[in-house]
């Protein structure tokens, strides 16, 4: 085998794994959000049902449903929390910073609908970045930056929020969340850009813009049980670098979630 057909082949991998990754990450949409509070918890893993009605016009109600993987984990570093994996440098009793990994982006195939014909797959991208959160009492804040490392969207998001944890009583969490979301230029043109070779849509570029979230997340767990409950939604709204898209038929994304776990105490 020539070096050049090695590189190739170390190229393939290195693509194929982080790809891999960033799928599986994904699919726990809006899990991050259920981050477990101070201190460490055992591995929890589940099952979920996941809608998210993708913006994309004439896009398959069949694609909008999928089976999704749970992860949820806080050791003394290291931490999982869905579609976010992470690692804390300075983690008091209000304040955490960390280093984190994070899945990225609406992955679609051109087949999936008309309108993207020709216009190329897109895949998810999975992010690098730091994460600052501070939470003194039951209102807290979260920011984080991340950059794409899978050479598929090249692009940045940055997201600011601000969460309250109501805990209702010992087995139940209830968790509004509101969040303002940058998007870098690359990333909006990747997954809502439109190339000239499209067979049904005219071509677009779309520049950086912001979008905002709104959500409400519930964890149910009785102190003696194993078994988890969870579910949440999370409305978004997009900016017009998106709904300027002539792939693009709706200004807003609505997710759901519902899903069981199971925890290895």
Avoid: C
């Avoid at 944890?165 to 509004?176: A, C, R």
């Avoid at 969340?177 to 990747?190: F, L």
């Amino acid at each position: 085998m020539s070096l050049w057909e090695k590189v190739k082949k170390m190229k393939l991998i290195h693509g194929l794994v982080l790809s891999a990754a960033a799928l599986f990450l994904s699919q726990s949409l809006m899990a991050d959000e259920f981050s477990v509070g101070k201190g460490k918890r055992p591995l929890t893993l589940g099952l979920g049902l996941l809608y998210k009605d993708k913006p994309y016009k004439g896009y398959s109600s069949s694609d909008k449903k999928s089976a999704v993987p749970i992860v949820l984990y806080e050791g003394e570093h290291f931490f999982a929390r869905g579609g976010t994996i992470g690692w804390d440098f300075l983690n008091s009793d209000v304040l955490e910073l960390a280093i984190i990994g994070q899945a990225l982006g609406d992955s679609y195939e051109d087949g999936d609908a008309r309108i993207l014909k020709n216009n190329g797959d897109r895949d998810q991208s999975f992010g690098v970045g730091g994460q600052v959160s501070w939470a003194p009492e039951k209102l807290g804040f979260k920011f984080s930056v991340v950059q794409d490392v899978t050479d598929n969207s090249d692009g940045a998001q940055a997201v600011g929020q601000v969460f309250y944890k109501y805990k209702v009583n010992d087995s139940l969490l209830i968790s509004p969340a509101a969040s303002v979301v940058w998007q870098s230029d690359d990333y909006n043109d990747y997954y809502y850009g439109v190339r000239s070779r499209a067979t049904n849509a005219s071509p677009y570029t779309a520049d950086s813009d912001i979008n905002y979230r709104l959500g409400v997340l519930a964890i149910y767990q009785q102190p003696d049980s194993h078994w988890m409950f969870m579910g949440g939604l999370r409305y978004e709204i997009f900016g017009d670098e998106i709904t300027d898209s002539t792939i693009v038929s709706e200004d807003e994304q609505l997710s759901a979630l519902i899903g069981v776990a199971y925890t290895f105490k």
